[in-house]
């Protein structure tokens, strides 16, 4: 069990540092990122928001507030973590996407805890916020599926968005589970012939804004092609686009699958202590809350659980 907890905690420390670093990087191109700094792959802030270094944004803030909303319940309810999520945009946070602020509107004025299905709505703000889902139901594909497309579609009811939250969260899940033996490459492949559109190796580095598809060929286009994390989170963010989610998204995978001895000490200092203390006592808390169901299965952890789609 320790080395699951070390594992998640790695997880969620890489998504504040992937968010930490790839924030002063967001919406730039390649070009002017190597113009800037060369290779970026110091936690510097600045960026178009103007963050103190080891600042973190929405993704990291949502991912927090979310795994409040389920420990607060002991499950997952719809109605308790639309309201953690409206209670954090009210908090006036340095960042805030359109398609979270239009979700969680609709929510204040109508209670209604589904979003209106919608093409825009295939962004990956889902994906960026869903590792506590992702640890609470560690061991339980079905349950997994369930409850990220119920906390997604609070904001995000799309297809895209449910089946890449999915494909990222299975691949972390395996890595909690089983570190560096986790079988990413068969499961990868076996999602990707169900799930086509997300094939990484359709990559083109234009390709890096905040449509899901896009996100999720951009972080397993980089976590296969390195093979440490470091590599991988500075080979993300210095694709620019949406860097700080793609970035999130990458350090929880190549956070789980390396573990928390593979995350520079340098990144480590320069994170907010507070959010480091944050996140790594969430962890500690959801892992005694929702203890892993099972072993994994590596031959049935690679296959998705049916019916795929559409969700009951």
């Known amino acids: 069990m320790k080395s699951i907890i070390d594992r998640a905690k790695a997880a969620y420390l890489g998504v504040a540092i992937g968010d930490a670093l790839g924030a002063t990087v967001e919406f730039m191109i390649p070009n002017e990122i190597k113009s800037a700094y060369g290779v970026h792959k110091e936690i510097i802030?600045?960026?178009?928001?103007?963050?103190?270094?080891?600042?973190?944004?929405?993704d990291?803030?949502?991912?927090?507030?979310?795994?409040?909303?389920?420990l607060s319940k002991g499950a997952m309810d719809a109605h308790t973590v639309a309201t953690s999520f409206l209670d954090w945009m009210r908090s006036k946070p340095v960042d805030i996407g359109g398609t979270v602020r239009r979700g969680l509107v609709r929510f204040s004025l109508t209670g209604e805890t589904v979003a209106e299905p919608s093409e825009r709505s295939a962004?990956?703000?889902?994906a960026m916020r869903n590792l506590p889902v992702i640890i609470a139901t560690l061991g339980d594909n079905q349950r997994l599926m369930e409850w990220t497309s119920i906390q997604g579609r609070i904001?995000?009811?799309?297809?895209e968005s449910d089946r890449g939250s999915y494909?990222?969260?299975?691949?972390?899940s395996l890595s909690i589970l089983m570190g560096g033996e986790a079988p990413l490459h068969a499961t990868a492949r076996r999602l990707m012939e169900e799930t086509p559109a997300f094939d990484y190796t359709r990559f083109k580095p234009i390709d890096t804004?905040?449509?899901?598809?896009?996100?999720?060929?951009?972080?397993?286009?980089?976590?296969?092609?390195t093979g440490d994390f470091e590599a991988?989170?500075?080979?993300?963010?210095?694709?620019g686009g949406d860097a700080d989610t793609n970035g999130a998204i990458a350090g929880m995978l190549a956070g789980a699958f390396y573990g928390v001895e593979s995350i520079p000490g340098r990144w480590l200092r320069r994170l907010d202590p507070n959010v480091k203390e944050a996140v790594e006592r969430q962890v500690d808390i959801l892992l005694e809350t929702f203890p892993p169901r099972r072993a994994p299965d590596p031959d049935g952890a690679a296959t998705c659980p049916r019916p795929f789609w559409p969700l009951p």
Do not use: P, Q
């Open 232 to 239: 991988c989170i500075v080979k993300t963010v210095n694709y």
């Open 167 to 172: 494909i990222i969260g299975l691949l972390t």
């Open 45 to 58: 802030g600045g960026g178009w928001l103007k963050l103190k270094a080891g600042r973190v944004t929405d």
């Open 60 to 70: 990291t803030e949502m991912s927090l507030a979310l795994g409040e909303a389920l």
């Open 155 to 159: 904001t995000h009811n799309n297809e």
């Open 209 to 225: 804004d905040g449509y899901i598809v896009h996100t999720v060929r951009t972080v397993l286009h980089s976590f296969f092609s």
């Open 123 to 126: 962004g990956n703000g889902a």
